[in-house]
């Protein structure tokens, strides 16, 4: 089969990455589910605190970003899509995620596990952060410094400072503080 341009395409259809408007994630999955082209957008369950009310809402795991399950034909339609900006990209060609990634996801979710995704440029010095996995699950410390992909902790909470490196991976933003 060809597309609009005249190329061959497969029918292989594989899980891509899109980056959205801000803010449009839940509206670009919408709108690509009314055209038939399977999306995913990950959300976490965030409580919201004001001074006179509590509101629960769904906020999308990865700001900016859709999953989409797509053979090379059906790539332009998802660029069409109000509120796309673009296929995310490796080398040269759109980023593709490997099914084990996105069914691991799903699960996740589906058990209500808490997630929240963090960046190395989110956490500061100073910052307290709550450990997520490992010999120091549920544990709070402040961050020291980030290095690379581990985070260099201090634990001044155990009648002892306890100075650790935790991969970035392993711990959440403390916002109960």
């Known amino acids: 089969m060809e597309n609009q341009f005249g190329s061959r395409c497969t029918f292989n259809r594989r899980w891509l990455v899109i980056y959205t408007r801000p803010r449009w994630e839940k509206k670009v999955d919408k709108l690509l589910k009314i055209q038939d082209i399977k999306s995913y957008c ?3 369950i965030v409580t919201n605190q004001w001074a006179d009310r509590k509101k629960v809402v769904e906020l999308p795991l990865f700001s900016g970003y859709v999953f989409v399950w797509v053979n090379e034909c ?3 339609k998802v660029r069409q899509t109000l509120g796309v ?10 980023a593709i995620i490997r099914d084990h990634i ?3 996801m799903e699960d996740l979710i589906q058990k209500n596990i808490q997630c929240e995704v963090i960046s190395d440029q989110e956490l500061n ?15 709070e410390g402040t961050v020291i410094k980030v290095r690379g992909k581990h985070v260099l902790l201090v634990f001044d909470h155990l009648n002892c400072a306890v100075v650790s490196s ?3 991976a392993d711990v959440m933003l403390n916002t109960a503080i």
């Open 74 to 76: 059906e790539e332009y």
């Open 42 to 44: 990950p959300l976490r």
């Open 125 to 139: 010095s100073g910052d307290r952060i709550r450990i997520k996995h490992g010999i120091f699950y549920d544990q």
């Open 102 to 104: 996105i069914e691991k």
């Open 166 to 168: 935790v991969p970035i």
């Open 85 to 94: 900006l673009n296929f995310i990209y490796y080398m040269g060609k759109p």
